[in-house]
């Protein structure tokens, strides 16, 4: 069982910067993806980035303003949003399942979600 927990949203101007949190603990082998996903108002949840032990990976529309990264002494992976565009607003979620590899298209079916964090960008 793993379980993870996001924080690092809040309000922030267009062209700003915002660190996201995914604190995981628990233990489901030794090779496990995360992923940050975002689901904005009116559409449907969206892949974002995800890190595995052998891959990173950046949906198209966050490639070159998102950054993730992982402290594997803290079991926090990171998501580091810059450029952040109205768009960008909405509801981020970590997640994971077990496995040794991640690319966005083949982000799906992960078995263990944080609650979310709250992401606006607005003026």
């Known amino acids: 069982q793993l379980q993870l927990v996001e924080s690092g949203g809040g309000l922030v101007q267009p062209g700003g910067s915002l660190r996201l949190s995914c604190a995981v603990s628990?233990?489901?082998?030794?090779?496990?993806?995360i992923g940050w996903f975002r689901q904005a108002p009116g559409k449907e949840r969206e892949g974002l980035s995800c890190?595995?032990?052998?891959?990173?990976d950046y949906a198209d529309s966050v490639k070159g303003r998102f950054t993730i990264s992982r402290d594997t002494v803290k079991n926090t992976v990171y998501l580091q949003m810059n450029s952040l565009k109205p768009e960008d607003t909405g509801v981020y979620y970590c997640?994971?399942?077990?496995?040794?590899?991640?690319?966005?298209?083949?982000?799906?079916?992960?078995?263990?979600w944080g609650k979310g964090t709250l992401v606006s960008v607005s003026t």
């Open positions: 997640a994971a399942v077990a496995g040794p590899a991640c690319t966005i298209p083949t982000l799906r079916d992960l078995d263990y």
């Open positions: 628990g233990y489901i082998g030794d090779y496990v993806v």
């Open positions: 890190i595995a032990n052998d891959s990173i």
